[in-house]
T-cell receptor, first 109, second 116 residues
Framework: GQSLEQPSEVTAVEGAIVQINCTYQ??????LSWYQQHDGGAPTFLSY??LDGLEETGRFSSFLSRSDSYGYLLLQELQMKDSASYFC??????????WGAGTKLIIKP | GAVVSQHPSWVICKSGTSVKIECRSLDFQATTMFWYRQFPKQSLMLMAT?????????EQGVEKDKFLINHASLTLSTLTVTSAHPEDSSFYIC????????????FGPGTRLTVL
């Protein structure tokens, strides 16, 4: 079957750095995406990796290793507004996304 | 760019009635749109893939006669929940492919449906 594994919950302190890991097992792979979702809201796109390596966008970075079927989202200088759920998703055929179960990020002051 | 709107943002209806939810891509053409539902504290569940000008492709376990999808133009897809029941109460979210090179999906704000 197809699956993505990510931790259900991560806790960090404001101003710190946190890494959310994602491992995947899918029949097709066209890229690994990360989305952020605040309670009651819809997901918003954060980043996309099609090739191995690190992609940096401001305080957020995303990493991919296709040989390890592994990626992570790195959040730096954490702010209280970063408290949300973070989903990794693999782009498969027909542009569909296969979603992880999501990681709830709890930030403490 | 890549803005997706959804209407209504929330709706309350009586059991047995039908509810239509609209999803629009405002500043781009979307040949492919997706409909998801999400229960509290769970991940998004893909219901169907909507392609402009053709029939939607439903995921296993999703009743096509209950969840009618129409994608009549490149900027509009609709989901109609027919004969709604309380168990259909959920958060319904649409998305559209905004970047074919990266398969990035841009999401509408979602519609919270409550069936009494």
């Amino acid at each position: 079957g197809q699956s993505l594994e990510q931790p259900s919950e991560v806790t960090a302190v404001e101003g710190a750095i946190v890494q959310i890991n994602c491992t995947y097992q899918t029949s097709g792979f066209y890229g690994l995406s990360w989305y952020q979702q605040h309670d009651g809201g819809a997901p918003t796109f954060l980043s996309y990796n099609a090739l191995d390596g690190l992609e940096e966008t401001g305080r957020f970075s995303s990493f991919l290793s296709r040989s390890d079927s592994y990626g992570y989202l790195l959040l730096q200088e954490l702010q209280m507004k970063d408290s949300a759920s973070y989903f990794c998703a693999v782009a498969g055929s027909n542009y569909q996304l296969i979603w992880g179960a999501g990681t709830k990020l709890i930030i403490k002051p | 760019g890549a803005v997706v709107s959804q209407h209504p943002s929330w709706v309350i209806c009586k059991s047995g009635t039908s509810v239509k939810i609209e999803c629009r891509s405002l500043d781009f053409q979307a040949t492919t749109m997706f409909w998801y539902r999400q229960f509290p504290k769970q991940s998004l569940m893909l219901m169907a893939t909507s392609n402009e000008g053709s029939k939607a492709t439903y995921e296993q376990g999703v009743e096509k006669d209950k969840f009618l999808i129409n994608h009549a133009s490149l900027t509009l897809s609709t989901l109609t929940v027919t004969s709604a029941h309380p168990e259909d109460s959920s958060f319904y979210i649409c998305s559209a492919i905004g970047n074919l090179a990266t398969d990035t999906q841009y999401f509408g704000p979602g519609t919270r449906l409550t069936v009494l």
